[in-house]
Structures are given as structure tokens and as C-alpha cells.
């Protein structure tokens, strides 16, 4: 057992490797997760002394993994149904504004009643989807999406070391401070 954990290790950092490296190796970084995983777990269980105990805690793993597809594949099928259906199309073309400002505020309203019908996982879907249709200009997206994630401070930005005007209150986020745009 004792080399095993070495050799767990070569195999985990080679599929991270592998993952970080997807655009460059050409090789999709699902299909070398769950290669990594399965090297890793056969490994486990063919070195095993108690075949029983690891079984059990490779069910309870892939259980937990089973909960959040299952998770995602119903969140992403209501925005399927809702863009199937032009949903995100009629929303779109219902906001009619062209100030950034105040479509960082509509969009922070709709995401906050959305939250309380829907899961947070699915508001984001749905509103990421929404600005999809709003906004053609990919950087523009960006911005207004990175908006978003402040909510009511969405009229803020993420700057370097700057002081945060709103309230003269610091709001340090990993060595950046919310700054007014």
C-alpha cells in the first residue's frame, strides 16, 4: 500500500497536466478526468485489503457525483425548454434599454426574484443566457456578467489595490477592492 499513494499521485498530477493543457494537447478535459479518476480507483481497489470497505466508499463517491449530474442535467434542461421555446428571445427584446447602468440593475431585479422561484445554479444559467441574447460584443458580456456577480453593488468593478468609494468601505476580494466604474 505504501507505494501505492506515489503512484496515485504520478497519475492525479499527469491528469491535471493533462487538464490544464487542453487547448494545447488537443484532448478533451472530461474524457482525461474521468480517465485519471478510473486509473486512480482501479488502482485502489486492485490494491485493496478490504475489497468491501473500498467498494462501499467508491459508491458513496460516485453517488455524490451521481446527485450533481443529475443536478445540472435538470437545470440545463429548463434553460433548454426556455430557449427552445424563445424564451431568452422575448426577455431580450422586452429590455430595451442601452445604458449599461441601468442594465446591470434590471438584470440584478430579475436575478434576484429568479433566485427565489429557482435555484442559484439555474438563475445563473438562465440570466448568463439571457445576456447572451442582450449583448453581442463578447468583452461587453464579460463586463456585464462580472457586474452581475456583485448584485447590488453592480455598478462596481474589480480593480487592483484601489480603495473601495461606497461608504469609504474596503471590500478586499484576493488583493482587489471594489471600485466605482
Known amino acids: 500500500m505504501s507505494m501505492l499513494v506515489p503512484i496515485l499521485l504520478i497519475i492525479f498530477v499527469l491528469g491535471y497536466a493533462f487538464i490544464t493543457l487542453e487547448h494545447t494537447i488537443h484532448i478533451n478535459k472530461s474524457a482525461t478526468a474521468l480517465i485519471t479518476a478510473v486509473l486512480c480507483?482501479?488502482?485502489?481497489?486492485?490494491?485493496?485489503?478490504?475489497?468491501?470497505?473500498?467498494?462501499?466508499?467508491?459508491?458513496?463517491?460516485?453517488s455524490s457525483i451521481s446527485?450533481?449530474?443529475?443536478?445540472?442535467l435538470g437545470a440545463m434542461t429548463i434553460v433548454e425548454l426556455i430557449d427552445a421555446h424563445d424564451g431568452f428571445q422575448?426577455?431580450?427584446?422586452?429590455?430595451k434599454t442601452t445604458n449599461k447602468t441601468k442594465l446591470i440593475w434590471?438584470?440584478?431585479?430579475?436575478?434576484?426574484?429568479?433566485?427565489?422561484?429557482?435555484?442559484?445554479?439555474?438563475?445563473?444559467?438562465?440570466?448568463?443566457?439571457?445576456?447572451?441574447?442582450?449583448?453581442?460584443?463578447?468583452?461587453?458580456?464579460m463586463d456585464v456578467t462580472g457586474s452581475c456577480d456583485h448584485c447590488f453593488k453592480?455598478?462596481?468593478r474589480m480593480e487592483p489595490n484601489r480603495r473601495c468609494h461606497y461608504n469609504d468601505a474596503m471590500d478586499w476580494r484576493s488583493d482587489y477592492a471594489v471600485t466605482y466604474c
Open 90 to 95: 422575448n426577455i431580450a427584446e422586452a429590455i
Open 41 to 62: 480507483w482501479t488502482l485502489i481497489v486492485l490494491n485493496a485489503s478490504d475489497k468491501e470497505l473500498v467498494i462501499e466508499s467508491l459508491t458513496h463517491h460516485l
Open 154 to 156: 453592480c455598478r462596481w
Open 106 to 141: 434590471l438584470i440584478a431585479i430579475i436575478t434576484f426574484f429568479l433566485s427565489a422561484v429557482l435555484d442559484n445554479l439555474t438563475t445563473t444559467i438562465v440570466m448568463i443566457s439571457i445576456l447572451n441574447k442582450l449583448i453581442e460584443d463578447k468583452k461587453n458580456q
Open 67 to 72: 446527485e450533481i449530474v443529475f443536478f445540472l
